[in-house]
């Protein structure tokens, strides 16, 4: 299984990214699924994501500014970045609870993709 996430790079403040990550590999299912991200000198921290029953999950930080879509068939999942800040500049990370063809259920990581929001 892997998880490929694509959309950081370089934006002004106020600007606008999209995050895309794909699960590929032998699954089952999906369940949780979503993004985290790290700054330089933090710990990793929730950005936005799925639970397993569909509900979403928001960092206190970014409501309102960020939105996070999933498409089920696709196995994938959407993170649009409005209005960002300095302070979102990170490291965002996919990750995903997922159930592989033997059943068994385990979390995954993507590679990471920075994001880097200045002027």
């Known amino acids: 299984v892997q998880l490929q996430a694509c959309g950081g790079g370089l934006v002004q403040p106020g600007g606008s990214l999209r995050l895309s990550c794909a699960a590929s590999?032998?699954?089952?299912?999906?369940?949780?699924m979503g993004w985290y991200r790290q700054a330089p000198g933090k710990q990793r921290e929730l950005v936005a994501a799925y639970t397993s029953g569909g509900n979403t999950n928001f960092a206190d930080s970014v409501k309102g500014r960020f939105t996070i879509s999933r498409d089920v068939a696709k196995n994938t999942v959407n993170l649009q970045m409005n209005s960002l800040k300095p302070e979102d500049t990170a490291v965002y990370y996919c990750?995903?609870?997922?159930?592989?063809?033997?059943?068994?259920?385990?979390?995954?990581w993507g590679q990471g993709t920075l994001v880097t929001v200045s002027s």
């Open positions: 590999g032998t699954i089952f299912s999906i369940g949780a």
């Open positions: 990750n995903a609870l997922i159930t592989i063809w033997n059943l068994t259920t385990n979390g995954y």
